[in-house]
């Protein structure tokens, strides 16, 4: 029955090779896309380190946007 | 109302959209296969070779719904001009081209087991690598030229010249005699495709959309991300 399945009446290469293809470009996308994604929250956290104090009170005073990713970023590390 | 649609509001919304795809994605993507490879039954003609459709069909829609969204917000962007609708579509274009990629290889491995042939110089077929090509014109835009201004008009020239592709994939198998078949699933009017088939392709359609929402969420994250750490010292 197993190999019937795999089989599918002689189509099974196509299928299979269908969704497979499908499958590995489409993790692919998704892995590099988080890469680059970590990539970018580690940057801003580097660059956010190099501010003087009173420079890191006023970015996390006016920016949400900045509490938020350094909140990520504090998660990931 | 604007108070929505600041970057702060836009930033939360984002991750709580990529948590809640993130948590519901393996169950729809396992209840799509399930049904495409198991539960769906073979064509009358096509025998199993018809179950690539459940992976074909909705790459090639999203491909072309991709390529009209980048269309539309560069029209709207010349107008108006919202700097949002640039990042937005430099974060669709590589899905979009990711997914018309996965159409065409698809097409042509269902090609050979029902035509004979990987490939034929056939309307739809040709108009879908003109798609492609357009694709990669646009995001190369993005990649090889600087300024940000000179960046949106040619990519929006590029979006807006491509776009006349848009009807030409849609009609080609009606215009001319082509190897691809007519379409089965109408927006108006009703569709020749069994029931048995349809419920499986919406699922993967629907697998299909949540993996496209989470790509195009990340990257607009990291496009929010890049812009905060530019402007980090103006903050």
């Not at chain 1, 994604?37 to 660059?47: G, I, P, S």
């Not at chain 1, 005073?61 to 509490?67: D, R």
């Not at chain 2, 960046?151 to 994939?169: D, F, R, T, Y």
């Not at chain 2, 109408?186 to 989470?214: D, E, R, W």
Request: net charge positive.
């Amino acid at each position: 029955m197993i190999t019937e399945f795999i089989a599918m009446n002689g189509y099974g290469l196509y299928v299979w090779l269908s969704f497979s293809i499908v499958f590995i470009s489409c993790a692919a996308v998704y892995f590099k896309t988080k890469k680059t994604l970590r990539k970018y929250e580690q940057e801003f956290l580097t660059e956010f380190q190099t501010l003087s104090l009173e420079e890191k009170n006023r970015a996390l005073e006016n920016s949400k946007v900045a509490q938020q990713i350094l909140a990520t970023s504090s998660k990931i590390n | 109302m604007f108070k929505f649609f600041s970057s702060s509001n836009i930033y939360s919304i984002i991750q709580k959209l990529i948590k809640f795809i993130h948590s519901i994605f393996f169950l729809v993507l396992i209840i799509g296969l399930t049904f495409a490879l198991v539960l769906s039954p073979p064509d009358y003609i096509q025998g199993d070779s018809v179950r690539i459709m459940y992976v074909h069909v909705p790459s090639a829609w999203l491909g072309l719904a991709c390529f009209f969204f980048i269309t539309l917000l560069s029209i709207l962007n010349f107008i108006f001009k919202i700097k949002n609708f640039y990042f937005i579509n430099k974060s669709i274009a590589p899905i979009g081209l990711l997914f018309t990629c996965l159409a065409i290889v698809t097409g042509s491995l269902w090609g050979q087991p029902t035509w004979g042939t990987w490939w034929a110089w056939d309307a739809r077929l040709t108009s879908m690598l003109v798609l492609m090509l357009f694709y990669i014109f646009y995001i190369l835009v993005f990649k090889l030229l600087n300024k940000e201004e000179l960046i949106i008009k040619v990519s929006s020239i590029i979006a807006i010249i491509g776009s006349i592709n848009l009807p030409i994939i849609k009609y080609s198998v009606e215009w001319w005699t082509t190897l691809h078949q007519l379409s089965s699933i109408k927006i108006t009017g009703s569709s020749s495709i069994h029931s048995a088939m349809l419920l499986p392709l919406m699922v993967m359609l629907l697998v299909f959309l949540l993996y496209a929402a989470l790509i195009f969420l990340m990257k607009y994250k990291t496009e929010i991300i890049r812009i905060k750490k530019k402007n980090i010292k103006r903050i």
